[in-house]
Structure formats: structure tokens, C-alpha cells
T-cell receptor, first 112, second 111 residues
């Protein structure tokens, strides 16, 4: 069955370190998205991609970057982790022609 | 700017006590209104998409309805396993695949 996976599921890091969160989908979807979820803010869009070599900034993109070298993967990099980036991160994907997004299980990131 | 507001923030029900969750929205050209269920420690799970006012969709004890300003998620005779956070999201005319999410309603069903 097609699925979307994220790794690691839990990560603890220190302020200033670079961190990369992986997202892999086997739906063959062109669209991929990264969100963070915090109490009181709901799901907020960080970055998104409509296909290979395409990346776009979402509403909370500062301090994050993504790259898309193939259809299946959209890794999220925190260039220099900050305590404000402690959150739960979700990856999602959708078909080019549709809007329904399917979510991964999430990564809980703690920045100390 | 597309906006989604969900109410109530939290809802406690007794098993079998039917109720509704509300999702109010403002959008320029609705492409779709989505309902998701999220269990603690998990990613949102897709439930329904509604595309136009008057549309209804059902799944087990859940029924989603849509008007030009609101969507309702009706829960009939809920069971404890229906306890979860329910998220509403919309895709607007200029969103090009992006969704705007509400903050969710935390539903707790007591046996």
C-alpha cells in the first residue's frame, strides 16, 4: 500500500545544530508539504513543493529550508536549530490535480 | 485571505449523545472543504471532502454538511473510540493545492 513516512519520529537536539527531518511518500504525488503543529496555532505551513526542483515558502519558513531532487522525498532542514523550533512536524502529499492531502505520522523535535 | 474558525474548542459528550462540530469559513472561491481526524501522537487522517453548498457525506457515525459559510460535522450516537481532535481545512480559489486549517475541536466521549 502507498504510504508516507517520516523519520526520525523523535529527535532531541541542541541550539545551533543543523537538523534534517526526512519525508518519503510512495503515492507518486507531485505535491508535498511541511507543517508544524503547536498548541494554540494549529497546523502552519512551512514549505511546499509542486514537483522536482520546485520549492516554495509557506507562512512560517524562516529558519527552514527544503530541496526536492525526486518525486518521493522532501527533506526539511533546520539550518541552526532554535528553541522556538521545538514542535511536532508533519509532512503531507497530494496529487497535482487534487487538494486532498495525506499526512505522515509526524516527527516530535525538541531543541534544548 | 482564507480563514477557518472551528467551534467549540473542546466538546465532552456521553456515549450515545449526538452533537455537531462547527467550521465557519471565509474564502475567495471554494475549491474544497476538508475534515480530518487526529488521534494523539498521530498525523491527521482524512475523513471527507465537500465541494459545494448542499453537499453531504457520511461515514459510519459521522456526517459532514456544507453551506456557503459553514460546515458541520454531525456525530450520531458517538462511542468512546470517536474521541479525537477533528480538524477542518479549506482550499481556496487561489491556493493551488495549499490548505488553510482551523485549530480543531477536541472531542471526548465518555462511556
Amino acid at each position: 500500500d502507498a504510504e508516507i513516512t517520516q523519520s526520525p519520529r523523535h529527535k532531541i537536539t541542541e541550539t545551533g545544530r543543523q537538523v534534517t527531518l526526512a519525508c518519503h511518500q510512495t503515492w507518486n504525488h507531485n505535491n508535498m508539504f511541511w507543517y508544524r503543529q503547536d498548541l494554540g496555532h494549529g497546523l502552519r505551513l512551512i514549505h511546499y513543493s509542486y514537483g522536482v526542483q520546485d520549492t516554495n515558502k509557506g507562512e512560517v519558513s524562516d529558519g527552514y529550508s527544503v530541496s526536492r531532487s525526486n518525486t518521493e522525498d522532501l527533506p526539511l532542514t533546520l539550518e541552526s536549530a532554535a528553541s522556538s523550533q521545538t514542535s511536532v512536524y508533519f509532512c503531507a502529499s497530494s496529487e497535482s490535480s487534487g487538494d486532498t492531502q495525506y499526512f505522515g505520522p509526524g516527527t516530535r523535535l525538541t531543541v534544548l | 485571505e482564507d480563514q477557518v474558525t472551528q467551534s467549540p474548542e473542546a466538546l465532552r459528550l456521553q456515549e450515545g449523545e449526538s452533537s455537531s462540530l462547527n467550521c465557519s469559513y471565509t474564502v475567495s472561491g471554494l475549491r474544497g472543504l476538508f475534515w480530518y481526524r487526529q488521534d494523539p501522537g498521530k498525523g491527521p487522517e482524512f475523513l471527507f471532502t465537500l465541494y459545494s453548498a448542499g453537499e453531504e457525506k457520511e461515514k459510519e457515525r459521522l456526517k459532514a454538511t456544507l453551506t456557503k459559510k459553514e460546515s458541520f460535522l454531525h456525530i450520531t450516537a458517538p462511542k468512546p473510540e470517536d474521541s479525537a481532535t477533528y480538524l477542518c481545512a479549506l482550499a481556496g480559489g487561489t491556493s493551488y493545492g495549499k490548505l488553510t486549517f482551523g485549530q480543531g475541536t477536541i472531542l471526548t466521549v465518555h462511556p
